[in-house]
């Protein structure tokens, strides 16, 4: 069984940055893992946002491409999201997804964007 813990939400305004991370229990880290995030906007379903994979290939969804970085450090057992140029539109609960595509989530951190 494994355990998602995500920090690092809050609010800001529009064209500051977040860093969120994700603090994984009851697996180690392999080195074949990957590790995902996911968000849920308002009214919306889930949707992807960044992966990357056990060689380190990234991932993004099209709106937060050249904004978002994900990154992962497997000795730690933890991932994080960096979110540059926050926009309105970004404001969503984030959940870390590990191992990627699994049906492991964490409870998400909310990150709410003001305009």
């Known amino acids: 069984q494994v355990h998602l813990v995500e920090s690092g939400g809050g609010l800001v305004q529009a064209g500051e940055s977040l860093t969120l991370s994700c603090a994984a229990s009851?697996?180690?880290?392999?080195?074949?893992?990957?590790t995902g995030w996911f968000r849920q906007r308002p009214g919306k379903e889930r949707e992807f946002v960044a992966s990357i994979n056990w060689n380190g290939t990234t991932r993004y969804a099209e709106a937060v491409e050249g904004r978002f970085t994900i990154s992962r450090d497997n000795n730690k057992n933890t991932g994080s999201l960096q979110m540059n140029f926050l926009r309105p539109d970004d404001t969503a609960v984030y959940y870390c997804?590990?191992?990627?595509?699994?049906?492991?989530y964490g409870q998400g951190t909310q990150v709410t964007v003001s305009s």
């Open positions: 009851g697996r180690t880290f392999k080195w074949f893992d990957g």
């Open positions: 997804n590990f191992p990627y595509t699994s049906q492991y």
